[in-house]
């Protein structure tokens, strides 16, 4: 029923920006308490980038501070992840979640039961 889809990957050079978004249906971004954006590499797990309340307050995973921002658009809703000066070691399939839970402390992805197909973005040096 819950569908979440992402769009805005692709390949883009080091130091340059890149904005993933989020599309959903059959779930509410006003009444979520939380959603989250997670990216895998190959040979690694699955790591949680960035995650947002429906209060917009947000949490980051070290590597990204300061250079990505996760926003919602609750009249929309839709999920998005800004990303400036990109790296390399930023290259991964990005993943758009969502929990039904109303607990929002955790950015493990088993805690999240919603989940997009992915986009890839490709960062050179």
């Known amino acids: 029923q819950v569908q979440l889809v992402e769009s805005g990957g692709g390949s883009v050079q080091a130091g340059g920006s890149m904005r993933l978004s989020c599309a959903s249906s059959g779930y509410t971004y006003s009444s979520s308490s939380c959603m989250g954006w997670f990216r895998q590499a190959p040979g690694k797990e699955r790591e949680g980038v960035a995650i947002i309340t429906s209060r917009a307050s947000t949490t980051y995973a070290d590597p990204v501070k300061g250079r990505f921002t996760i926003s919602r658009d609750n009249a929309k809703n839709s999920l998005y992840l800004q990303m400036n000066s990109l790296k390399p070691e930023d290259t991964a399939m990005y993943y758009c979640?969502?929990?039904?839970?109303?607990?929002?402390?955790?950015?493990?992805?088993?805690?999240?039961?919603?989940w997009g197909q992915g986009t890839q973005v490709t960062v050179s040096s």
């Open positions: 979640a969502a929990r039904s839970s109303r607990i929002c402390s955790s950015r493990v992805a088993t805690d999240f039961n919603y």
